[in-house]
């Protein structure tokens, strides 16, 4: 069994920066892609960032510039890096990994953007 735990949320004013964690624990072989999900209240579970295991990376349009997705493959650990965050980044975000076609989900960790 897998676990993922995020941290690093919180409620801030525009424009200022968060840095999100997720941490993996538990029996783990080998974590292929990764990636960070957001849902906002109201809204679908959508894709912000991801993440392969050699490092190639993908965005949503609407992130792209002000993020950066990285992990440590040696740590099992996964980390999102959001600039200038706006009030529409207001939401639960939340970490996936894939283990051997399963995906593993985390609890998720609230980020709001207000002023």
């Known amino acids: 069994q897998v676990q993922l735990v995020e941290s690093g949320g919180g409620l801030v004013q525009p424009g200022v920066s968060l840095r999100l964690s997720c941490a993996s624990s538990?029996?783990?072989?080998?974590?292929?892609?990764m990636g960070w999900y957001r849902q906002a209240p109201g809204k679908q579970r959508e894709l912000v960032a991801r993440?392969?295991?050699?490092?190639?990376?993908n965005y949503a349009d609407s992130v792209k510039g002000r993020f950066t997705i990285s992990r440590d493959n040696a740590k099992n650990t996964m980390y999102l890096q959001m600039n200038s965050l706006k009030p529409e980044d207001t939401a639960v975000y939340y970490c996936?990994?894939?283990?051997?076609?399963?995906?593993?989900w985390g609890q998720g960790t609230q980020v709001s953007v207000s002023s």
């Open positions: 996936k990994a894939d283990m051997w076609s399963v995906d593993y």
């Open positions: 538990g029996i783990i072989v080998r974590i292929g892609a």
């Open positions: 993440i392969t295991r050699d490092g190639s990376t």
